[in-house]
Antibody, heavy 112, light 106 residues
Framework: EVQLQESGPGLVKPSQSLSLTCSVTGYSITSNYWGWIRKFPGNKMEWMGYISYSGSTSYNPSLKSRISITRDTSKNQFFLQLNSVTTEDTATYYC??????WGQGVMVTVSS | EIVLTQSPTTMAASPGEKVTITCRASSSVSYMHWFQQKSGTSPKPWIYDTSKLASGVPDRFSGSGSGTSYSLTISSMEAEDAATYYCLQRSSYPPTFGGGTKLELK
């Protein structure tokens, strides 16, 4: 069974970088597409981007200058880095094997 | 990007009542996908490719639509169906979600 688990700091200061890890078990990240999605307070959901089985990436244009998704195939993990965060980046962040399997999500608050 | 507008945003239904949730796209899309989310849990894929039920989804659920108008229907509301439902399009880049419909039990 595919399982995904997000991890990372729950609090980030404005202007700093947000870094999250998604650990995958039961399926190799060298197959399929692996994405990050976030849900803002108030329920709006946003697709942030994904990394493919080959390592190529695709990002939401709204984030393109701030986002990076990378991976470590030896650990079967992929990562999200979002730079120059503001309070507007406060959200619950989910990783997913796009679109079928999702992690439980991690809440990240941006605050000084 | 394609904007998805769901209606209603909130609704309450009695057990046994028929429920319809609509998702309208700002431009035509090929398929619509639906997720169910309950409080404190992650979104669950519910309906794929407009009308295909995900594994384990009761057959009282159905999906339909084309072009810019899609819907999710529950033929007979049950208590366990109370949740927030989101539509998703990935026909056009970037993928976009609807704003969600919160369905409550009356």
């Amino acid at each position: 069974e595919v399982q995904l688990q997000e991890s990372g700091p729950g609090l980030v200061k404005p202007s700093q970088s947000l870094s999250l890890t998604c650990s995958v078990t039961g399926y190799s990240i060298t197959s399929n597409y692996w994405g990050w999605i976030r849900k803002f307070p108030g329920n709006k959901m946003e697709w942030m981007g994904y990394i493919s089985y080959s390592g190529s990436t695709s990002y939401n244009p709204s984030l393109k200058s701030r986002i990076s998704i990378t991976r470590d195939t030896s650990k079967n993990q992929f990562f999200l880095q979002l730079n120059s965060v503001t309070t507007e980046d406060t959200a619950t962040y989910y990783c997913a094997r796009w679109i079928a399997y999702w992690g439980q999500g991690v809440m990240v608050t941006v605050s000084s | 990007e394609i904007v998805l507008t769901q209606s209603p945003t909130t609704m309450a239904a009695s057990p046994g009542e028929k429920v319809t949730i609509t998702c309208r796209a700002s431009s035509s899309v090929s398929y619509m996908h639906w997720f169910q989310q309950k409080s404190g849990t992650s979104p669950k894929p519910w309906i794929y490719d407009t009308s295909k039920l995900a594994s384990g989804v009761p057959d009282r659920f159905s999906g339909s639509g084309s072009g810019t108008s899609y819907s999710l229907t529950i033929s007979s509301m049950e208590a366990e169906d109370a949740a927030t439902y989101y539509c998703l399009q990935r026909s056009s880049y970037p993928p976009t979600f609807g704003g969600g419909t919160k369905l409550e039990l009356k």
